[in-house]
């Protein structure tokens, strides 16, 4: 079974490797992120098992909905002091890009922290009790500035993996590679955090193969691995 254990990033690297040969795959989904070395058309992933590649930077678990706000950050600046979280699972990650509009309502497909509904408002009452705090305590103001600061932790963790990864493979390739960005987040964390460590070309995997494509890009790389084995041939997805 180690074989195979959680590894759905292969099936998104081997895709990704049909397509472009030398390449930095970063999918992010609203769990964890997925950073995925491409050499000459084949992986080049260190780690695998989960623990090598957390190790490696291959992995980083920070995601799009399902975070723990209190594993992002561990102090908010707020009126010129700062405060330590509640080490509680007040907040999640999908209610800091619900605040900032990265996604939309029905984007946050899991279940709230205090089991309450989706709205932008419970989001902020979620996130001020990171803090201690409530919707009457903090101003919408103070509320928006404690989620951009998660946000910019995530970018920052995010960024940290991918320099890892960027670090150890520096010789394998003869050019600076292309980001691919994948997943949930590819838009407002993958990119993001590869625009923040200096990668000059990202390429969104939503714009080559669909954004469906690009939300479970883990199914859509086992359901082309199996057509591809069935069919003797390498098979590419075409976008509707």
Excluded at 15 to 40: K, N, Y
Excluded at 67 to 74: K, P, Q
Excluded at 196 to 216: H, P, R, T
Aim: aromatic share 4%; glycine share 8%; proline share 2%.
């Amino acid at each position: 079974p180690l074989a195979v254990a959680a590894a759905n990033w292969v099936a998104t690297g081997w895709m990704v490797s049909q397509r472009i040969r030398d390449c930095i795959v970063v999918d992010i989904g609203s769990t964890s992120t997925s950073i995925i070395p491409i050499v000459d058309g084949e992986i080049a992933a260190k780690g695998r098992n989960d623990l090598e590649k957390l190790m490696t930077g291959e992995l980083v678990y920070t995601g799009s909905l399902r975070t723990n706000v209190a594993s992002i950050v561990d102090s908010i600046k707020i009126r010129g002091g700062k405060a330590r979280v509640s080490s509680e699972l007040f907040a999640q990650s999908g209610d800091v890009h619900l605040i900032l509009r990265n996604i939309r309502k029905g984007d946050y497909t899991v279940e709230t922290a205090d089991g309450r509904d989706v709205t932008r408002c419970e989001a902020m009452a979620r996130l001020a009790r990171v803090i201690c705090a409530d919707i009457e305590m903090l101003s919408e103001r103070e509320i928006v500035d404690v989620a951009n600061q998660v946000y910019n932790r995530q970018i920052e963790q995010v960024g940290e993996g991918l320099e890892q990864v960027r670090a150890r493979l520096k010789t394998n390739y003869e050019h600076e590679p292309p980001v691919v960005v994948t997943g949930m987040g590819r838009e407002f964390l993958a990119k993001a955090a590869a625009q923040k460590v200096g990668f000059q070309e990202i390429v969104d995997l939503g714009d080559v193969m669909g954004a469906d494509a690009a939300l479970v890009s883990p199914s859509v790389g086992v359901a082309l691995m199996a057509a591809s084995r069935l069919e003797g041939m390498t098979v590419q997805w075409m976008p509707q």
